[in-house]
């Protein structure tokens, strides 16, 4: 349920409104099955990783095993950036929500309330954040599959739209060519849509702290990627069924938009609210994620180690705090502009996620060549990603296929610039002062 957690809120509530405007209701269905692809690569490559060696650290202690101690150093800072940005950018969206209801009350006073609930949340015992990260996660599933029958009855004209307007059944699927806006115009939505799946790859942080990985994981990975693409591809081809995609966008929610087509009282409100669960889930989950790679981080010498210390309670206060300050940053977005800026900070986190993919990938392509080489024998294996060596690898090409897109599209390509600079950036900060320190055993990370 965290994977799940992590995975559904902003990217389909609120971006992919965005998705069927600029790359029309075919290519924002085409870009949502290509990135559940690549989630399917992504996750069978860390299932194999996480169920051999289950440690809090993740993929990040797997690269710095099986690439290198450098490029461990800098995918736990760059997922660490991705998560904590992404978590500023759900305190930005929850404000956006509010809106709805207290037009007169600036975002940013909801994005600060929000600050202190979630720093709230976590800084209680991991036991009662899993649990009411379930219920989040729940309350998000039960509302998207609410969302999918109602749009369903509407396409067929079961559900009247007000006015006597006809059903739309499938012409806004029909209605225009392909791709309205042609090509291009997919392929610089892949990025957002990429952004999107984020969060499935928490099952690893979370990994340490599973009884039993060897059974709960390979679970996880299937219940995850089906539940997911069903979710969200179902959802977007509702979504562009019945919105004409030129009138998608990210004024609103997309979700509130058709409920208030529709015309059922007080529906809109009630999504709303759930909307608002489902993005404050999200924040949850990627707060708890990044808190935990950079306390890993700090265990194995590769962030200040003030940054170890645990509660009373098992939490590393410190990390979570240090996460929520770098948070605070992205909430300058409702200062500047929350209708722009927000969608350029989903461009840099999803970035910051397709890095990571492409790590994970290589470092089960790497642990699967040695540890055939020592004489391991799959048999052994008890979870194994399919296709070797195929799986990683086409994960690597697909991934590092997408910075092409980012680089063709104007709007988005600053978010490549910043990314890799930062990417450069981690790389320097380890070979300057770390490259004469051994970080510690990946055992250490646990």
């Known amino acids: 349920m965290l994977s799940l957690g992590g995975v559904i809120g902003t990217g389909l509530f609120m971006g992919s409104g965005v998705t069927i405007n600029q790359g029309g209701p075919w290519g924002a269905i085409l870009s949502y099955l290509v990135a559940g692809f690549l989630m399917y690569l992504v996750m069978v490559c860390l299932g194999e990783l996480s169920v051999q060696m289950p440690v809090s650290g993740s993929f990040q202690a797997h690269a710095t095993k099986y690439i290198g101690p450098a490029t461990g150093f ?7 950036m991705s998560w904590a940005t992404t978590v500023g950018l759900e305190f930005t969206a ?14 940013w006073y909801w994005s600060a309330f929000f600050v202190a609930l979630l720093f709230g949340i976590n ?14 996660a729940g309350i998000k599933v039960l509302a998207i599959l609410s969302f999918i029958v109602v749009g369903v009855l509407v396409i067929f004209g079961v559900i009247d739209l007000p006015g006597g307007a006809p059903a ?13 806006n042609g090509l291009p115009a997919v392929f610089a939505v892949m990025m957002t849509v990429v952004y999107a799946f984020q969060g499935c790859e928490i099952m690893g942080v979370a990994a340490g702290e599973t009884d039993q990985p060897e059974k709960s994981i390979p ?5 995850v990627v089906f539940r997911v693409l069903i979710f969200y591809v179902l959802a977007v081809m509702v979504l562009a069924a019945i919105i004409p995609w030129q009138q998608a966008g990210l004024v609103e929610s997309p979700f509130v938009q058709v409920f208030d087509m529709v015309g059922i009282p007080y529906a809109a409100d009630l999504m709303n609210f759930v909307i608002l669960t489902a993005i404050l889930s999200v924040g949850n989950s990627g707060l708890y ?15 200040p180690k003030a940054l170890s210390p645990l509660s009373k309670q098992g939490v590393p206060l410190r990390a979570l ?3 929520l300050c770098f948070a605070l940053i992205s909430l300058m977005t409702s200062f500047i502009a929350a209708d722009t800026l927000f969608m350029v900070l989903m461009a840099v986190s999803g970035m910051a996620g397709t890095v990571t993919w492409i790590v994970i990938a290589l470092a089960q392509y790497r642990f699967r060549r040695q540890f055939l080489r020592e004489g391991g024998q799959l048999e052994q294996l ?65």
């Open 321 to 323: 705090a240090i996460t």
């Open 94 to 107: 929850a404000g956006m929500l509010m809106q709805r209801w207290f037009p007169g009350v600036p975002i």
């Open 168 to 180: 739309p059944m499938f012409d806004n699927l029909t209605g225009d060519s392909l791709f309205p």
């Open 219 to 223: 679970r996880a990975v299937r219940n």
């Open 123 to 136: 800084a209680l015992a991991t036991r009662a954040f899993g649990e009411a990260e379930y219920w989040f």
């Open 382 to 446: 008890k979870y194994r990603a399919p296709w070797f060596p195929l799986v990683p690898l086409l994960c690597i090409v697909l991934c590092s296929s997408l910075f092409v897109f980012l680089a063709l599209d104007e709007t988005q390509r600053p978010s490549l610039y910043w990314g890799f600079g930062f990417i450069a950036l981690c790389y320097g900060a380890y070979y300057l002062v770390n490259r004469k320190r051994q970080a510690q055993p990946l055992a250490a990370a646990t």
């Open 289 to 303: 994620a990044s808190t935990r790679i950079l306390w890993a981080m700090s265990k194995s010498g590769m962030a």
């Open 74 to 80: 800098m995918i736990g800072w760059v997922y660490w």
